[in-house]
């Protein structure tokens, strides 16, 4: 317990330039185990380590090394090896949402220059040293029932909460530009709390991996039954920008500045339903294929498929004509005919594999005659996990 106050400073008191390696011996003699990385990841550092950290498939390594390191200090009942890792990983989920650290400083200079006064404010010291109040936490979620699973849903919640906290950053600069300390230490509270919740979920994942409590967590494991992509940062997307990129549960009206419809599909029989969903419209060919993908980057062998309805919006469609595509790997396995806004929705169920990556892909079918129309939905995309095995290796 006494190291808990200490252990998340971990990365910065051992990577101190001042100081030499015979007192950072005298700190912890085993400092390079949790602090030095191998040769073989990006960066030998925690503070060397590629950016962005929206980048999953860059930063899983770090994360599978240093939760790998607690699972296993836990398994073998050491503790304080345990939360040292433990320790390194909180440091760097607040890494991940500290405003000074979300945004390109030079760019954050031009866009608000020092006022009159404060010609001597240093644009990442001086915010970064604004501490607030953690606000509530929720009880703890289970983030996956094996390292990587836990790996990759932790990276796409630092991927979340990277964007998310970035709304943070302007409104606390206007704060530390009035002098208005407790503003500034108000709006510093939001991402710390950001953080402190992706800590506790990290953390008690951990704890149930290591200390084999995963099968008392029935309803949490439950709950892991499914990714709904929704919810789901894509590393990659490109999406026509007059639409406004991809849209929830929606589509947008004569774009630019038309107002959202809601996701509707026509099914068989000619029934319309409204659907949860990813509202694209492929790109208009102006400066690009007339086409539009989000891609998603995937835990090796966690889920089995990929399951959704696919079609064009049935109160917008006009005369627009898509096909939908979907990619593993960058290879297509799954192309629709063209469809149209009389077309009822296809439901789509692509197993996965061992698939690093998925990619959808929506194609202009109609050459671009019905570009204003295209607007394509995925409906209910879910990826769907493998099934859980027991002691036994029995599926459940």
């Avoid at 808990?4 to 100081?19: I, K, S």
């Avoid at 990813?278 to 007339?290: A, D, N, Q, Y």
């Avoid at 692509?350 to 892909?361: I, K, M, N, S």
Wanted: hydrophobic share 40%; aromatic share 6%.
């Amino acid at each position: 317990m006494d190291l808990l106050e200490r252990v998340g400073n971990y990365p910065d008191m051992f990577d101190a330039p001042t100081r030499s390696d015979s007192e950072k011996d005298n700190l912890d003699a085993d400092w390079r185990r949790f602090c030095r990385f191998p040769v073989a990841m990006a960066g030998p550092t925690m503070h060397a380590w590629p950016h962005p950290c929206t980048a999953s498939r860059q930063i899983r390594p770090l994360l599978e090394h240093l939760m790998g390191g607690a699972v296993g200090a836990l398994g073998n009942s050491d503790g304080a090896t345990a939360v040292k890792f433990l320790g390194c990983i909180s440091h760097y989920l607040g890494d991940c949402t500290q405003p000074a650290h979300l945004i390109q400083l030079s760019l954050l200079e031009r866009m608000l220059p020092r006022p009159a006064g404060m010609e001597s404010l240093h644009y990442h010291t001086d915010i970064e040293t604004v501490t607030g109040r953690v606000g509530a936490l929720r009880s703890p979620t289970l983030l996956g029932a094996c390292l990587p699973e836990i790996a990759w849903r932790t990276a796409s919640v630092i991927a979340h909460d990277f964007y998310h906290c970035q709304q943070y950053v302007v409104p606390l600069l206007q704060a530390i530009f009035s002098r208005n300390a407790a503003e500034a230490e108000r709006v510093a509270g939001e991402p710390m709390t950001v953080a402190a919740q992706a800590t506790a979920d990290v953390w008690y994942s951990l704890l149930c991996l290591g200390r084999g409590r995963l099968e008392t967590e029935t309803s949490q494991l439950a709950g892991l039954a499914h990714v709904d992509l929704r919810n789901l940062p894509p590393s990659d997307s490109f999406v026509d920008l007059v639409y406004g990129a991809v849209i929830r549960d929606a589509s947008r009206q004569d774009p630019p500045n038309g107002p959202l419809v809601p996701a509707r599909l026509r099914f068989a029989g000619g029934e319309v339903r409204t659907v949860h969903g990813l509202g694209v419209l492929p790109h208009s060919g102006m400066t690009g294929p007339r086409e539009c993908h989000l891609s998603y980057d995937l835990p090796e062998a966690v889920f089995q498929r990929l399951e959704c309805q696919v079609g064009l919006n049935a109160d917008i469609g006009g005369d627009g004509a898509v096909r939908f595509q979907v990619e593993l790997d960058g290879r297509p396995v799954v192309t629709t005919d063209s469809m149209t806004i009389a077309s009822p929705a296809e439901a789509l169920s692509v197993p996965l594999g061992q698939a690093e990556t998925l990619t959808l892909r929506v194609l202009d079918a109609s050459d671009g005659r019905g570009f204003w129309h295209n607007h394509a939905i995925w409906g209910e995309p879910v990826l769907v996990r493998a099934p859980l095995a027991d002691d036994n290796g029995k599926s459940r």
